[in-house]
């Protein structure tokens, strides 16, 4: 059949499945939007308040359901107004196909108005991208585009399509899209490697990444901690792919794990990294690394062997695969000794926090009790995530929602809005500093006017806590812009976008304000008015071993 190229856009989205885009309108995409509005029953779109949010709500639809997530812009500000969504979501492997139209094919590459070249300023934080200057290379291209986004380790894809190409018309066959199989490598040799090393070990410790989560490896991940009878820990990417609430979960490791996690990992014998990919805020000093142990790591991007840590067994493929191959031959091991020895480290050293006030740790321990650790939980970047990945106890996966890797202020709201679209059944709560919210804020306007009934939840210290943190432990207390105590008030802001708002200030207004915020099924903010000088602990100073974690009871031993 003859489409234009806007049309052949629908089809193409329609064959991947997609029943949802995020995204913003604009002169060079009006085409599309125009195709999209004949499309409105097929294909629900979120207009969000700003581009930025769409790609946001992109990634945290593609994390919390596993499907692509697809956001649309315009050219030129538009465009780049998704960067920094597509470089959160490369840094994290996130599947997502971003959609740009460009300027009419004659005027690219004369300054024309809003024109810039998106396919380049992206190049470096996408898996792939593409300029499409045909409209017969159209509907290939966006297939391509939605198979490398989703394929191996998945990440995001740009395709920048010129104007007159969406107007363009062109013969389409629609395509049944049908998942391929995962092509296995040949990974036998390495099998036996590992085995040999499990075996063997007397202090096996494992690490879980978010490729866990990413495979669907949940059920193999813990049959092969059971088997291997080690303690297991995980990344922040990693959260809910192990069960939070097992007796051999030792929390989350690095720079803000817990000294259980940390110390074991440099005890061990044996460290089992399970698509993690050693990033500088898990290993710290990476000469001192897990120093008296062999390392065997397994994941799926061959780039990531011996990047960061020398490897002493590394088998590259799915997670999935690679354990159901692991847990068919590996007999029941048994590490009671070792597993005594860690059990003492969390008696001795539990995450403890002063429950004399109002502070981000009740706070979550109360979510935790009041959703029984089901929801969908998104979080920004700072103190709050952190508080976040520590006290809310995670046991499936796809229910915590982060930006790890590039560490994105003003990722959480967004995000939240997407997870709760694209998984309308479950509760989603997004936790963001004071700071961070400052940032997109204005997609509360979002949530409103679809009604999307999310918890907005502010961690509100009027400073930037994280910042200040660092200041007060190695900046003498040099308080250099991180004070937000002005007259901005949250809860008219929510109430003035639309939404209903609770102020916090105390302990026993925590658990009736969550309560309610949920029966109003709709969007809701709660500002929780905390210290300014609440800190984050354990710790482990940058460029340290991370068995240096210290908490505030050794910062008073010290005094």
């Avoid at 409105?40 to 581009?51: A, Y």
């Avoid at 990919?277 to 142990?293: H, K, L, M, Q, T």
Wanted: glycine share 8%; proline share 4%.
């Amino acid at each position: 059949m003859l489409l234009t190229g806007a049309e052949i856009v629908m089809e193409c989205l329609k064959e991947q499945g997609v029943d949802t885009v995020f995204g913003y309108p604009g002169g060079s995409i009006l085409n599309v939007y125009d195709a999209l509005y004949q499309h409105k029953d097929e294909i629900n779109h979120i207009l969000t308040s700003h581009e930025q949010g769409a790609a946001h709500a992109a990634d945290g639809y593609a994390r919390a359901t596993g499907k692509v997530g697809v956001c649309l812009a315009t050219s030129g500000p538009g465009a780049t107004n998704l960067v920094t969504g597509i470089a959160t979501a490369y840094m994290d492997s996130v599947p997502m196909v971003a959609i740009t139209c460009n300027v009419n094919l004659p005027l690219l590459g004369k300054d024309s108005f809003q024109e810039v070249d998106i396919a380049g300023v992206t190049m470096p934080i996408t898996k792939h991208g593409y300029i499409v200057k045909d409209v017969n290379i159209l509907a290939d291209t966006l297939r391509k585009a939605f198979k490398i986004a989703k394929s191996g380790r998945p990440g995001p894809v740009l395709v920048d399509i010129t104007k007159d190409v969406t107007a363009n018309k062109c013969e389409f066959t629609k395509m049944n899209i049908t998942e391929e199989s995962i092509k296995e490598n040949d990974i036998s040799s390495d099998i036996e490697k590992a085995l040999e090393a499990i075996r063997s070990s007397k202090k096996p410790f494992i690490c879980v990444g978010g490729g866990a989560v990413i495979s669907g490896a949940y059920k193999e991940v813990r049959e092969f901690a059971q088997k291997v009878d080690a303690p297991v820990c995980d990344t922040l990417m990693g959260k809910g792919a192990y069960d939070g609430h097992d007796r051999l979960y030792t929390g989350m490791i690095g720079m803000h794990g817990t000294k259980t996690s940390n110390f074991g990992a440099s005890e061990c014998d044996l460290f089992i990294a399970m698509g993690a990919r050693f990033s500088d805020r898990v290993i710290g000093n990476p000469s001192r690394f897990a120093e008296n142990a062999k390392v065997l790591h397994i994941d799926i991007d061959a780039a990531e062997i011996d990047k960061n840590i020398r490897t002493d067994i590394s088998i590259v493929g799915d997670l999935k695969a690679v354990l159901t191959e692991l847990n068919s031959k590996l007999e029941d091991q048994d590490h009671g000794e070792w597993i005594a020895h860690i059990e003492e480290y969390k008696e001795k050293y539990p995450l403890n926090y002063d429950d004399s006030v109002l502070s981000c740790p009740y706070i979550m321990e109360e979510l935790d009790r009041i959703t029984k650790g089901q929801a969908i939980i998104t979080t920004d970047v700072g103190q709050h995530q952190m508080w976040a990945a520590q006290y809310y106890k995670y046991s499936e996966p796809r229910t915590f929602l982060s930006s790890g890797g590039l560490g994105t202020m003003g990722y959480g709201l967004g995000a939240c809005i997407g997870a709760k679209v694209g998984r309308p059944d479950k509760i989603c709560v997004n936790i963001a500093g004071d700071g961070c919210f400052r940032m997109n804020m204005n997609e509360l306007a979002t949530a409103s006017r679809y009604n999307i009934p999310i918890v907005q939840i502010v961690i509100n210290n009027h400073v930037l806590g994280m910042v200040r943190q660092w200041q007060t432990l190695f900046y003498e207390k040099r308080y250099s812009q991180t004070v937000l105590n002005d007259k901005v008030d949250f809860c008219k802001v929510a109430e003035g976008l639309g939404c209903a708002a609770i102020r916090v200030t105390t302990k026993e207004e925590v658990a009736p304000a969550i309560e309610k915020a949920l029966a109003m099924n709709g969007p809701v903010l709660i500002d929780c008015i905390i210290p300014e000088d609440d800190k984050v602990f354990p710790m482990v100073p940058a460029g340290a071993p991370i068995s240096d974690a210290f908490d505030a009871q050794d910062l008073e031993k010290q005094k």
